[in-house]
């Protein structure tokens, strides 16, 4: 069984830094994509940052480039988003989600942020900002 654990949030202060972590266990294989997402009060899901199984597959929102970054440890099987410079409009409920990637020799796009295109999810991390 496929289960992911998000972890690392906080409350912090607007400009600071927070590192969410997402320990992936169940998978028998590095070939997964794993994404975050977040949802704030009265809004829709959206998506963050995602990472593929190859080193050159990332791909972030708009609101997440320049401060945040993803990276993965595959030998500890967990994914890290490093958060810097938050803002107030960061605040929410942030989630990683897992996909398979069969075959990542052929994948050509980047991973996706869309929710819809992941297959496992984890809990969420409360991450609020105060400004």
């Known amino acids: 069984e496929v289960q992911l654990q998000a972890s690392g949030g906080g409350l912090v202060q607007a400009g600071g830094s927070l590192r969410l972590s997402c320990a992936a266990s169940?998978?028998?294989?590095?070939?997964?994509?794993i994404g975050w997402f977040r949802q704030a009060p009265g809004k829709e899901r959206e998506g963050v940052s995602c990472?593929?199984?190859?080193?050159?597959?990332?791909n972030n929102a708009d609101s997440a480039k320049g401060r945040f970054t993803i990276s993965r440890d595959n030998a500890k099987n967990t994914v890290y988003l490093q958060m810097n410079n938050l803002k107030g409009e960061d605040t929410a409920v942030y989630f990683c989600a897992l996909v398979d990637e069969p075959q990542p020799s052929v994948i050509v796009s980047r991973c996706s942020l869309f929710g819809f295109s992941y297959d496992y999810w984890g809990q969420g991390t409360q991450v609020t900002v105060s400004s």
């Open positions: 990472i593929g199984s190859r080193a050159w597959n990332t």
């Open positions: 169940g998978f028998t294989s590095d070939d997964y994509a």
